[in-house]
């Protein structure tokens, strides 16, 4: 609230100092000393860059530094690692350009404002400072775009053989989990099958959907490579689990994917916050509609023989819903049964 009414008084204050310049600056026309309203606006604007250099700076680096802990958070996926340094290295290097340049942007409109007795210096060209101010760039971008691109193929790379597999698809405005049960394959799926008991549209007679799952939440073993399964149903969505440095939009019609190994499970990391509350977290980054902030999803990482154990405790597709069953091949449907 006091932030609020303190916004409102400087946007007043401001608003006062504006009527005076502006009353100040008709009065000069009534006295028909106008001749100097340019040079007078001119130095009132050179002022107000470097106003804004200050202030609009200041407010930068005080909320960078506010919020600091909130945008770095602790990594839980071995190449998190590579990624923030990736990050980090991009980010010193164009935020030293930045400044540099912003510092004078804002600096020169102060020193060489409009003044009668000066004149501009005609200084059209100088190859060595264009040779110069092309290759330097060209050289730093290379260099970080050939280290970022050789990290994003090794983090992109095909999944190890033996990761634990987990399907996410993303709708408006939920993510629905599916598990491959034990023979480690999700069945097939298909668009024109889903209704309203088979949101994801499996296909029941195909023998690997038998032991699919549904989870509402994503359990995963600490310490072995795991496999999403990215696929939307109706429009983009992006799942994006900050902690684990994952990202990738899921797009529909066209399955994406993204493997990575978590390296800290839930109760360690509850550990070392001190927060016995806190749990990893899937969220929508792709602006989808209207419930887009509610796609959350929690992750758990545990340790491998706990996973294992939930494995077994899960309920798959056709156990909970036997109607799923209904109209797929008789030879299926035993097998289903059977399990
Ligand atoms: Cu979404």
Redesign the pocket.
Known sequence: MYGFLIAVGVVLLLSIVWMVYRIQTLVSVVKGSDKKIASGSNKVNAFLFLVFLVAVGGLMFWYSIKEFDNYQLPIASEHGVVTDRLFWITMAVTGVIFIITHILLFIFPYKYQYREDRKASFYPENNKLEVIWTTVPALVLTVLVITGWMAWSDITAPAPENAHVVELM?YQ?AWDIRYPGQDKVLGDNDYRLTSAINPMGIDFTDQKSVDDFPSPKVVIPKGEPVLFKIRARDVL?SVFAPHMRLKMDAVPGMPTRFWFVPNKTTAEMRAELNNPDFNYEIA?T?I?GRG?NA?RRVIEVVEPAEYQKWLTEQKTFLQMNPALAEGIEVEVKEVAEIQ
Do not use: I, K, L, S
């Open positions: 993303g405005f969505h929508c792709e989808c887009h796609m």
